[in-house]
């Protein structure tokens, strides 16, 4: 008997052990919720989130809008009470060529949006996506059973907002640095920094350089870009994407 409890304490010494190198290993948690730039697929998102140390928690699904995204947190199915908790930041990469920082038709609080969203105004659906996220963070002091229970601020809320992957669109890229330049949050500037622009064309095949990573292509004003790059962590823009990823939240969190 007093062997099989002596192994069993050492059982849970190596559990604690083990949990404790785990959470050491990985001390975040990122949430990305998203469309096909985004979806796991792609591969950017976990190939960051392991440069960084952290795990990823991926909500994107090919062709939903910002507009899902807030409904699926009115319905509960973006994250729930107890990812809540863990969730050290939220980046969103809901790239869709709209303008979203028309501030014509917000509200003062999310819950003064008549709801489901439907994909007739963009700003209103990431005001609504913002604004809940902070609430339900600051919240958590008021939650007995929350780690932030009591504190002054309840939880930290931290949200990340990205460009599209490369320059070709235009109205997001500019009205959403607007709108991360409005609340004060951070942007990964795939754009900025993928390595090619719109404004110079491949010196040998004389088109746009984002066509060379695609399989598919799409027309912006007047101009054929490429549209999805290569899906898979292996492939150079998803790895590109992902150190550029790992670099933006390098600087927002302290990294072991």
Known sequence: MKRFQTLFILLLAFTAMFFAQEKKKNPYTFLLTGASFASPNNGWFKVGCELVGATPLNRAIGGEAIADAANRMIKGTLYSPEELEKIDA??????????????????????DYKTPFHRSNYAAAFDYVIKRYLTECYNLKFNEKSAYYNTKYGKPAVVVLCTDWHDGRVTYNT?????????????????????????AVHPVTGEQISLLFTGDKQTIDGQTFGWHPENGQDKYIQRRMGAIFADTMRRIFPVQ
């Open 175 to 199: 009205s959403v640095r607007k709108l991360a330049e409005k609340w004060g949050f951070p942007v990964v500037e795939f754009d900025k920094y993928i390595g090619f622009s719109k404004n």
């Open 90 to 111: 939220l980046v969103i990469m809901q790239v869709h060529d709209k303008d979203v920082m028309d501030s014509t038709q917000l509200k003062p609080k999310y819950t």
